[in-house]
T-cell receptor, first 113, second 114 residues
Framework: GENVEQHPSTLSVQEGDSAVIKCTYSDSASNYFPWYKQELGKRPQLIIDIRSNVGEKKDQRIAVTLNKTAKHFSLHITETQPEDSAVYFCAAGLTGGGNKLTFGTGTQLKVEL | DTGVSQDPRHKITKRGQNVTFRCDPISEHNRLYWYRQTLGQGPEFLTYFQNEAQLEKSRLLSDRFSAERPKGSFSTLEIQRTEQGDSAMYLC????????????FGPGTRLTVL
């Protein structure tokens, strides 16, 4: 089955700096890669996703890149703000095949003032 | 609130007891997923439904676990003879089969087995 590895496990940045979180996946059939943000005690919330037919996607301060050949994808957050502090999870799935998601182990992002 | 809802939000039970959780998906979402999340880990897939049909179950779902979605709307997850290792957050998500496939999560049910 699919295996997703995520790093770093913790990331501390200064407000205004950029943050990058990286994930690798094992199943070349996976074609859907969402990123979720989870604040303490809250539900995971989708922040951005990318499908295998594109290499990059941006939404304001957030961007995701995908390298299908290397089977890795990354989340980039620019101009970080304190409210970006949370745990971020990457995931991989196969649309059209039920799309069960396999999640990474999460990155605790802390944005310091 | 038109999002995914789950009930109860918290459940404390003694080892050996049975528990049942309920998930109400977003209206008209035909896919419903159950995941389990333990502290410091990402959600792990348990099972999913398309309408009322349970199409896939994880090996994590032992014989003590059963899930239903009888009318293709809400779903229940039952754990029989609970064990301390069952303590976790049980998350439900729903999506619409189609181009987006985005899964929207509920707030979860936190189970503590004493």
């Amino acid at each position: 089955g699919e295996n997703v590895e995520q790093h770093p496990s913790t990331l501390s940045v200064q407000e205004g700096d950029s943050a990058v979180i990286k994930c690798t996946y094992s199943d070349s059939a996976s074609n859907y890669f969402p990123w979720y943000k989870q604040e303490l005690g809250k539900r995971p919330q989708l922040i951005i996703d990318i499908r295998s037919n594109v290499g990059e996607k941006k939404d304001q301060r957030i961007a995701v890149t995908l390298n299908k050949t290397a089977k890795h994808f990354s989340l980039h957050i620019t101009e970080t703000q304190p409210e970006d502090s949370a745990v971020y999870f990457c995931a991989a799935g196969l649309t059209g095949g039920g799309n069960k998601l396999t999640f990474g182990t999460g990155t605790q992002l802390k944005v310091e003032l | 609130d038109t999002g995914v809802s789950q009930d109860p939000r918290h459940k404390i039970t003694k080892r050996g007891q049975n528990v049942t959780f309920r998930c109400d998906p977003i209206s008209e979402h035909n896919r419903l997923y159950w995941y389990r999340q333990t502290l410091g880990q990402g959600p792990e897939f348990l099972t999913y439904f398309q309408n009322e049909a349970q199409l896939e179950k994880s090996r994590l779902l032992s014989d003590r676990f059963s899930a239903e979605r009888p009318k293709g709307s809400f779903s229940t997850l039952e754990i029989q003879r609970t064990e301390q290792g069952d303590s976790a957050m049980y998350l439900c998500a729903s999506s619409t089969r189609g181009n987006t496939d985005t899964q929207y999560f509920g707030p979860g049910t936190r189970l503590t087995v004493l």
